[in-house]
C-alpha cells in the first residue's frame, strides 16, 4: 500500500510555434519529446529525488520505491512523461511502469495506491488534477487547475494514521532557472 505519492508534470515540451522544438536522444527534432530545457529538468530531478546526502530540498520529499509515468500508445504518442523520469530511474536501478496511458488514470490511481512505499508519477498536467482528485476522494482538496506554463511543481499525498485520507502539499522544484518559488 502506497504511504506517500508525489506527482509531477512532464519536462518542458516544444512550443506550438514551433521556435522551442523537441528533441530526442539523438538529437534530432521530435514534437513528441522534450525541449531542451525539459531534458535539463529531467537530470535535474536525479537529485532532487534521490540527493547524493539524503538530504532532500524540503522536507515532504521522498526517494521513490516505484516511478509511474505515461506511455505513448495510439493517438497519444508523447514520450515526454517517460523520460522525464527515465534518468532517475535508471540511476536507481529501476524500471519506469509504463503499463498505463493519458485516459486510464482510474486504473492507474488504483495500481499506485496498490504499489508499497513511495510512489513517484510524471503526467501530463490536465490528467494530474483527475489523479489528484481520486486519490483524495474530492475535487476539493487540490487545485483544479494546471497552469500551462508551470513545470516545475511537485504534488505531494502523504497517507494520514486514518489509511483512507490523505495529506495534500505542494513542493516548487526550483530546479531551472526561471522556475517559481510559488505553488497553485
Known sequence: ??????????????????????????????????SV???QRAGALIGFFAPANGQF????????????ASAASGHIESLRSQHTVQGLAQFMGKKVNLH???????ALVEDVLATDGVVLVAWEHGAIIDIANRILGDDKSAPQKWPEARFDLVWVFD??????????????????PGDSAHVL
Open 37 to 39: 530545457r525539459g531534458w
Open 1 to 34: 500500500m502506497a504511504k506517500k505519492i508525489m506527482i509531477l508534470r512532464h519536462g518542458e515540451k516544444p512550443s506550438g510555434d514551433g521556435l522551442v522544438r523537441g528533441v530526442a536522444e539523438d538529437g534530432s527534432h521530435d514534437p513528441n519529446e522534450l
Open 100 to 106: 498505463h496511458t493519458r485516459g486510464e488514470e482510474k
Open 57 to 68: 530540498a524540503h522536507a515532504g520529499l521522498a526517494k521513490p520505491d516505484a516511478i509511474f
Open 159 to 176: 497517507r494520514e494514521a486514518n489509511a483512507d485520507k490523505w495529506k495534500f502539499t505542494q513542493v516548487a522544484q526550483m530546479l531551472l
